[in-house]
């Protein structure tokens, strides 16, 4: 899998439980000090001891952050990692972030191929027959992007409220 980092500002207000928290920190898509913003800014009155313990770790203590995201996941009832959280969140912050890259849609292909081709991604990945009506071949190379980035769009406002706040 392609190394996307994406950072506190890529899941924040996100609903990623402890479980796909852990997973992305594996993956690089986040590091220890995001995991500490990311449980500070969900904690409330609510919020128990482990949560605390995981706000209270120092942001370059790995081992006390480690132990304490791993007793939260430990504690999860759901033993699944939805993987299409990231997909969703790296192709968001890709979006926003579009103009710092050469070639985005490139990057799209690379993820929807690392998260095993999802269906709902290929609107916008260029190798893949359109969808529908759409003739690629009566629009000229331009108005075909901007068709691409048109469904990039409309896929992230379609799922925003699946996996954000």
């Known amino acids: 899998m392609e190394h996307y980092y994406i950072g506190y500002d890529g899941i924040r207000g996100s609903k990623l439980s402890w479980r796909d928290l852990e997973w992305g920190l594996g993956y690089g898509f986040i590091n220890l000090e995001d995991v500490i913003k990311f449980s500070d800014s969900t904690l409330n009155e609510s919020s128990d001891g482990l949560h605390i313990d995981l706000s209270t770790c120092g942001k370059d203590d790995a081992s006390c952050i480690q132990a304490a995201l791993n007793a939260l996941v430990l504690r999860e009832e759901n033993c699944e990692v939805d993987k299409t959280i990231w997909m969703y969140l790296i192709l968001e912050h890709l979006y926003y972030n579009r103009l710092e890259y050469v070639d985005p849609l490139e990057r799209v292909e690379w993820i929807y191929a690392d ?22 071949r009566s629009h000229t190379f331009e108005e075909n992007i901007a068709k691409m980035y048109k469904n990039w769009k409309a896929y992230l406002e379609r799922n925003y409220s699946k996996y954000r706040f």
């Not at 998260?115 to 690629?136: I, K, L």
């Open 115 to 136: 998260f095993d081709y999802q269906e709902e991604v290929a609107s916008f990945v260029r190798y893949m027959p359109p969808a529908g009506d759409y003739d690629p």
